[in-house]
């Protein structure tokens, strides 16, 4: 059994989804809030502090992201806040690790935690990182990069922790 989204799933959704007319996106974001309400909710209020491009690019990704795993398994169980508050909160002492220099601390987390989803999180981080050089009218500050990172793991964690794990068949 395949736990991970494969590779070519992350390629076909992100530009799948580049393709989407307004009103199918409209449509899928207004299924994605009745069926994950709670997390949508921590999209919204997680974002609202950040600049209009910033908080619309974080957007976009969650729901590319979103995307992959419902393309990727067969069921996203129901989200809670408390799944939400332990993940996060797990994801802010990793941070605070890393901001601290543990190196053995920094190495373990790599090995760990990157590999669970690593071509949704190389998605990710390469929209991050090029976004810079391929859109000109957005530019990302370090700090945003790195909210914006952080929100996207936390968000990949937990769809990861509420999914069958079942790799549907189709494509």
Same mark, same amino acid.
């Given at each position: 059994?395949?736990?991970?989204?494969?590779?070519?799933?992350?390629?076909?959704?992100?530009?799948?989804?580049?393709?989407?007319?307004?009103?199918?996106?409209?449509?899928? $974001?207004?299924?994605?809030?009745?069926?994950?309400?709670?997390?949508? %909710?921590?999209?919204?209020?997680?974002?609202?502090?950040?600049?209009?491009?910033?908080?619309?690019?974080?957007? %976009? !990704?969650?729901?590319?992201?979103? !995307? $992959?795993?419902?393309?990727?398994?067969?069921?996203?169980?129901?989200?809670?806040?408390?799944?939400?508050?332990?993940? %996060?909160?797990?994801?802010?002492?990793?941070?605070?690790?890393?901001?601290?220099?543990?190196?053995?601390?920094?190495?373990?987390?790599?090995?760990?935690? !990157?590999?669970?989803?690593?071509?949704?999180?190389? %998605?990710?981080?390469?929209?991050?990182?090029?976004?810079?050089?391929?859109?000109?009218?957005?530019?990302?500050?370090?700090?945003?990069?790195?909210?914006?990172?952080?929100?996207?793991?936390?968000?990949?964690?937990?769809?990861?922790?509420?999914?069958?794990?079942?790799?549907?068949?189709?494509?």
């Amino acid at each position: 059994m395949i736990t991970s989204i494969s590779e070519e799933i992350v390629t076909k959704t992100y530009m799948d989804v580049a393709g989407f007319q307004s009103n199918k996106i409209q449509r899928e $974001m207004e299924k994605l809030n009745k069926d994950q309400p709670e997390l949508f %909710y921590f999209v919204l209020t997680s974002l609202e502090e950040l600049d209009d491009d910033v908080r619309d690019l974080g957007i %976009y !990704m969650f729901f590319v992201v979103y !995307m $992959m795993f419902k393309k990727a398994y067969k069921k996203i169980n129901r989200i809670t806040f408390d799944d939400i508050d332990k993940t %996060y909160d797990y994801n802010l002492k990793i941070l605070d690790t890393i901001e601290h220099g543990d190196e053995n601390a920094l190495m373990d987390f790599a090995e760990k935690e !990157m590999v669970k989803q690593r071509y949704v999180m190389k %998605y990710i981080t390469e929209v991050l990182m090029e976004e810079d050089e391929e859109n000109e009218c957005i530019s990302l500050k370090a700090d945003d990069k790195g909210f914006l990172f952080l929100f996207l793991k936390t968000i990949t964690d937990i769809l990861d922790k509420n999914t069958t794990k079942t790799i549907k068949a189709r494509k």
